[in-house]
């Protein structure tokens, strides 16, 4: 199991820029892929953004191409999501998670879950 703790998360406005990161703790963070995810009020969680072990495979929804980076340290046990060119419709709470596979965007294989992190864009 992995446990994660978000950090990043804040009030900005519509065109701004966060980096939202994600510690992990456990041996296994090199060998699982892990993601972002998002919930705005009254909506499903939703996936954001995936990344394989490596890094090598990346994974975006088509509403954050573009403007999106997700990446990750494995030396320092660490994921990131750059969220550039903000928009209101981005707001929500914002999870990490990880999946004990090499790369998956599917929600039901991510097991291990931050507490979340809340991001506010005004308009």
């Known amino acids: 199991q992995v446990q994660l703790v978000e950090s990043g998360g804040g009030l900005v406005q519509a065109g701004g820029s966060l980096r939202l990161s994600c510690a992990a703790s456990g041996r296994t963070f090199s060998r699982t892929a892990m993601g972002w995810f998002r919930q705005a009020p009254e909506k499903e969680r939703e996936v954001v953004t995936t990344?394989?072990?490596?890094?090598?495979?990346?994974y975006y929804a088509d509403s954050v191409k573009g403007r999106f980076t997700i990446s990750r340290d494995n030396a320092k046990n660490t994921v990131y999501l750059q969220m550039n060119s903000l928009k209101p419709e981005d707001t929500a709470v914002y999870y990490c998670a990880a999946a004990s596979k090499f790369m998956t965007a599917s929600v039901e294989d991510f097991g291990s879950w931050g507490q979340g992190t809340q991001v506010t864009v005004s308009s």
């Open positions: 990344i394989s072990w490596t890094g090598g495979s990346t």
